[in-house]
Nanobody, 123 residues
């Protein structure tokens, strides 16, 4: 059974930085594209960033372009999301997701999900 476990959430001051990580198990990690999504209270879950299985393709939502960097370490079965210049509107539960091979931005295209990690931004 595929397992995705996020970590690294917490409280960060506005303008600060935070790195989220997602550890994957029970899948051939190197053949899966990985995505990050987030859900703020009262809002739908939305796409944040994604990276292809060989790291040659990355995709970012407009909200994170220039501030977020997604990366992966296939040898460690880990995908990371580096968040910089954090804004109050970045506060949300951040989810890691996996799908075989190709990068995607739609939530429904990812069959595997973690339980999320909370990011709180202090104004």
């Amino acid at each position: 059974q595929v397992q995705l476990v996020e970590s690294g959430g917490g409280t960060v001051p506005a303008g600060g930085s935070l790195r989220l990580s997602c550890a994957a198990s029970e899948l051939v990690f190197g053949t899966y594209a990985m995505g990050w999504f987030r859900q703020a209270p009262g809002k739908k879950r939305e796409f944040v960033a994604a990276i292809s299985w060989v790291s040659t393709t990355t995709n970012y939502a407009d909200s994170g372009k220039g501030r977020f960097i997604v990366s992966r370490e296939n040898a460690k079965n880990t995908v990371n999301l580096r968040m910089s210049t954090v804004k109050t509107e970045d506060a949300a539960v951040y989810y890691c997701a996996a799908r075989h091979l190709a990068v995607a931005t739609a939530e429904k295209q990812y069959p595997y999900w973690g339980r999320g990690t909370q990011v709180t931004v202090a104004a």
